[in-house]
């Protein structure tokens, strides 16, 4: 984290309804990536958007939506299409395009459908 | 995607050294090879990255082998704060969105 905030914490959801999980970062990074992970596996790409106003599908898009409009955030909003949303969730930013970098990641919000 | 394999897990003693191995056979000569650490209900945390050379940081150091198709992360001397899942990572230059792919880790446990 250190320049990363993602909100709330912990979030509870019923079927059926919407939510959004918030990014925020003061780090001017350009690039930002949304990952999904569940119990005892790795992370998957969900969104990843290496500019303002654009943005990339992942591996496991579908049932999810993104927007990009300020460079400082990057909300994911899960829908109700997404069949299987409890998981935590990771965001991500990068300085720059480049693989010679480092990522840095938020604390994760922990979604739980009810 | 060049893909990376790990042991699910490993233990180590505190205050022993830590060699957590990684290979890739299939890795191209564009691919950069990064650790990353995952400490329980954390996101993860950047360790390291090189290309060929050998690398060392305040947090580890970075053991690529001459053929680059495998590597070993070194933890000098293990704390029980070193207690995560290690990723290996490989990263393509000539990936447009230099995501990063995450396989399965290695759980690291550490003893006191």
């Known amino acids: 984290d250190g320049g990363i905030t993602q909100s709330p914490k912990y979030l509870f959801r019923k079927e059926g309804q919407n939510v959004t999980l918030s990014c925020e970062q003061n780090l001017n990074h350009d690039a930002m990536y949304w990952y999904r992970q569940d119990p005892g596996q790795g992370l998957r790409l969900i969104y990843y958007s290496q500019i303002v106003n654009d943005f990339q599908k992942g591996d496991i898009a579908e049932g999810y939506s993104v927007s990009r409009e300020k460079k400082e955030s990057f909300p994911l909003t899960v829908t109700s299409a997404q069949k299987n949303p409890t998981a935590f969730y990771l965001c991500?930013?990068?300085?720059?395009?480049?693989?010679?970098?480092?990522?840095?990641f938020g604390q994760g919000t922990r979604l739980t459908v009810v | 995607d060049a893909k990376t394999t790990q042991p699910n897990s490993m233990e180590s003693n505190e205050e022993e050294p830590v060699h957590l191995p990684c290979n890739h056979s299939t890795i191209s000569g564009t691919d950069y090879i990064h650790w990353y650490r995952q400490l329980p209900s954390q996101g993860p945390e950047y360790v390291i990255h090189?290309?060929?050379s050998n690398v060392n940081n305040r947090m580890a150091s970075l053991a690529i082998a001459e053929d680059r198709k495998s590597s070993t992360l070194i933890l000098h001397r293990a704390t029980l704060r070193d207690a995560a899942v290690y990723y290996c990572?490989?990263?393509?230059?000539?990936?447009?969105?230099?995501?990063?792919?995450f396989g399965g880790g290695t759980r690291l446990m550490v003893k006191p």
């Open positions: 991500a930013v990068q300085r720059g395009f480049g693989v010679n970098t480092e990522a840095f």
């Open positions: 990572i490989l990263r393509d230059y000539n990936n447009a969105g230099n995501m990063l792919t």
């Open positions: 090189g290309l060929t």
